[in-house]
């Protein structure tokens, strides 16, 4: 069981910046890609990013690419989710998450954290 704890959400203008961060613990965790999903309200959970196991590789969503940079830090068993020139659109609940596979499918991440709110203003 791999257990996720997310923080770093918060309040942020259009064009600022923020850093997510997912803590993971549990039995073998740092052998699991990572990815963060968002969920806007009245919305589907939606694909951002995700991370290879090793860090060797990531996949961007479209709308995110170029400015969101993903990275991890094995030995410290974290996730990072670096921010900048955020947009209103951005507003959502962000979520990181762990699966077998560097995919964008919801379906097939198995551990999810808690979510943590970015509100971006406009």
């Known amino acids: 069981q791999v257990q996720l704890v997310e923080s770093g959400g918060g309040l942020v203008q259009a064009g600022g910046s923020l850093r997510l961060s997912c803590a993971a613990s549990?039995?073998?965790?740092?052998?699991?890609?990572m990815g963060w999903f968002r969920q806007a309200p009245g919305k589907e959970r939606e694909f951002v990013v995700a991370?290879?196991?090793?860090?060797?590789?990531?996949y961007y969503a479209d709308s995110v690419k170029g400015r969101f940079t993903i990275s991890r830090d094995n030995d410290k068993n974290t996730v990072h989710l670096q921010m900048n020139s955020l947009k209103p659109e951005d507003t959502a609940v962000y979520y990181c998450?762990?699966?077998?596979?560097?995919?964008?499918?919801?379906?097939?991440?198995?551990?999810w954290g808690q979510g943590t709110q970015v509100t971006v203003s406009s």
């Open positions: 549990g039995r073998a965790s740092s052998n699991y890609a």
């Open positions: 991370i290879s196991y090793n860090g060797g590789s990531s």
């Open positions: 998450a762990a699966s077998n596979l560097m995919v964008p499918q919801i379906s097939l991440y198995d551990y």
